[in-house]
């Protein structure tokens, strides 16, 4: 009778420990499963970063081009302008007595004439406006408008042949920059040839390439030469605005 209680008692043990290292193998702790997790979405982004021909998002890919040339259009329209933009002191930074703010929060410019026309909010920065003008590399002198001290006159500089290559050759610069600046993978890809450095890279990736893949590639590149042309037609219509 005392092995009938006994045994089922063993056995009833022996099934518990058993449960027990079952459930210890699937147990993991959080730090553990963190790693574990981690560790697995590092791969699956690894993998993502590749592309097969299928996949390549044409759309996507001249929306980024497009961005690109958008951007240099808007630095072309201001190259145009030079320095009869109304917005050339906005990047300024006024050192006032409460503080440095920027100058679009000081005061506001218009264009009369052949003259910027500043309207200062508070007359107390006047004066440190006048002295941020005079420290640019603007080479612009305020003059204070003696009947009102929120009122400053800047003549704007004479346009020689000297200041327009000037002007084409800042422009050139950023040209070639949205142009060819550096490739390679990039989540903010900023240039033409980042975003062809980019999807170059992602099919490099594949390890066994296809037909469809290459005339998917030839594809782009064709695409690629269309907004460099639209680039390079950008530059040369405002290189002629600028020096007519």
């Not at 590749?50 to 329209?77: C, H, P, W, Y």
């Not at 002007?167 to 980042?194: C, D, I, Q």
């Amino acid at each position: 009778m005392i092995r009938g209680i006994i045994r089922p008692a063993v056995f009833s043990r022996r099934r518990v420990v058993s449960f027990i290292l079952r459930r210890r193998s699937f147990y993991a702790s959080p730090l553990s499963l963190k790693k574990r997790l981690s560790k697995k979405t590092i791969e699956v982004d690894e993998s993502s970063a590749a592309v097969s021909a299928t996949e390549i998002d044409f759309d996507e890919l001249r929306r980024k081009m497009q961005g690109v040339v958008d951007r240099f259009g808007k630095v072309a329209n201001e190259a145009k302008l030079g320095k009869s933009n109304p917005q050339i002191f906005d990047n300024l930074i006024i050192n006032t007595a409460d503080g440095e703010f920027p100058f679009t929060s000081t005061a506001q410019t218009a264009v009369k004439g052949r003259n910027f026309m500043i309207t200062v909010f508070d007359p107390s920065n006047t004066k440190h406006i006048v002295s941020a003008i005079l420290a640019s590399n603007l080479n612009m002198t305020p003059i204070a408008d003696p009947q009102n001290k929120q009122q400053l006159k800047v003549p704007l500089p004479p346009v020689t042949t000297e200041s327009k290559k000037e002007t084409v050759k800042h422009l050139k610069e950023s040209f070639e920059k949205l142009r060819n600046g550096p490739g390679g993978h990039s989540k903010n890809a900023h240039t033409l040839a980042s975003i062809r450095g980019d999807l170059k890279k992602r099919l490099s990736k594949k390890q066994k390439k296809s037909d469809e893949d290459a005339r998917a590639w030839n594809d782009f590149e064709k695409l690629h030469k269309q907004y460099c042309d639209k680039l390079q037609e950008l530059f040369k219509t405002a290189e002629k605005a600028i020096m007519k």
